[in-house]
């Protein structure tokens, strides 16, 4: 079973590390490894620059420590439980629809919890700190919040599906250490599970022809494009703009590259590196017209940044 619930409190503590003038640089670092949940979650309590700073300037360091403390000494257990439960009642949770997570997070102690809906499911954010600061248990809201999300919204297959391979996929680039077998591994997942990718490949930018796309782990029908100029059709332009392109019916595309009568629609995701260069791309066909949306952008482009920060 996937992980239903992670705690990410210790992200969020490591802003006791600086001095209080600075707690808002450490809210900015917090934010920056977590930009969509933390966005969300400041449009949804109407927080600004300036309101975030005053939030953090009432917050009392000793209420800070106490709540490090309190949770260093008490959270494993208490995760520990919850997980247990959850485990052992899945079918109470509904944990094999797929379309939520449990996230811990240290917030500013405004309210309990959110939905913070995204591209592979909603996430579930519960804030630690406000149950410590009004003495809480968290246990309840976590059980409470489940249940709220699953009696009142129908399930989303789609993110549901998202969900699932996005952790299959993540676990494959955290346990193989060869760039070429987690290519393959990544092709075999999507090309596998979602029925209208029907042909998914990496292109990798020619180490000597630095402007020229070669075509890497692939699944589908053989393609005669083996090597892409920057700028030529759908790919060659994700590399030269270094954008993400999302072509929904390629007939209507001028600058294709046909690869094969069946093909409808294209997405292609750029791979850039440390440095800002085209490092390749993945690229996706479909046999169907108008297939993506936002989420499969979401989706791809989430896999591409943990492959370029293990691989690239």
């Not at 247990?84 to 309210?111: C, P, T, W």
């Not at 599906?161 to 393959?184: C, H, P, R, V």
């Not at 066909?285 to 370029?308: A, Y």
Request: glycine content about 4%.
């Amino acid at each position: 079973m996937r992980s239903i619930l992670q705690d990410l409190t210790p992200e969020f503590l490591k802003i006791l590390n600086m001095d209080k003038i600075y707690w808002y640089e450490g809210w900015k670092e917090y934010k920056q490894k977590h930009p969509r949940l933390i966005s969300e979650y400041e449009k949804k309590e109407d927080l600004n620059e300036e309101k975030i700073k005053e939030r953090l300037q009432d917050i009392r360091r000793k209420d800070f420590d106490l709540f490090k403390q309190d949770w260093e000494n008490n959270f494993l257990s208490v995760k520990k439980e919850m997980v247990q439960k959850l485990s052992r009642n899945a079918e109470h949770y509904q944990l094999k629809r797929g379309d939520f997570v449990v996230f811990i997070m240290g917030m500013l102690g405004l309210n309990s919890h959110y939905y913070i809906d995204t591209y592979y499911g909603t996430v579930i954010m519960v804030d630690s700190f406000y149950h410590f600061l009004n003495n809480v248990d968290i246990r309840e809201t976590v059980d409470k919040a489940i249940l709220e999300f699953i009696n009142n919204r129908p399930v989303d297959t789609k993110k549901a599906l998202f969900g699932k391979l996005l952790s299959q996929i993540e676990k494959i680039i955290y346990d193989t250490k060869d760039i070429n077998k987690a290519m393959e591994k990544i092709v075999k997942v999507l090309y596998d599970n979602v029925d209208y990718y029907n042909w998914v490949g990496f292109y990798l930018t020619d180490k000597n022809e630095k402007n020229i796309l070669k075509l890497g782990p692939y699944l589908g029908e053989p393609t005669e494009h083996v090597k892409i100029p920057f700028g030529e059709g759908i790919c060659g332009q994700a590399a030269a703009t270094k954008n993400t392109f999302v072509v929904q019916d390629v007939s209507k595309a001028e600058n294709y590259l046909s690869c094969s009568e069946k093909t409808k629609s294209e997405i292609v995701i750029p791979i850039i590196d440390n440095n800002g260069n085209v490092y390749g791309e993945l690229d996706i066909d479909s046999h169907k017209l108008e297939p993506f949306t936002i989420e499969d952008s979401q989706f791809l482009e989430e896999i591409i940044n943990l492959f370029v920060k293990k691989y690239v």
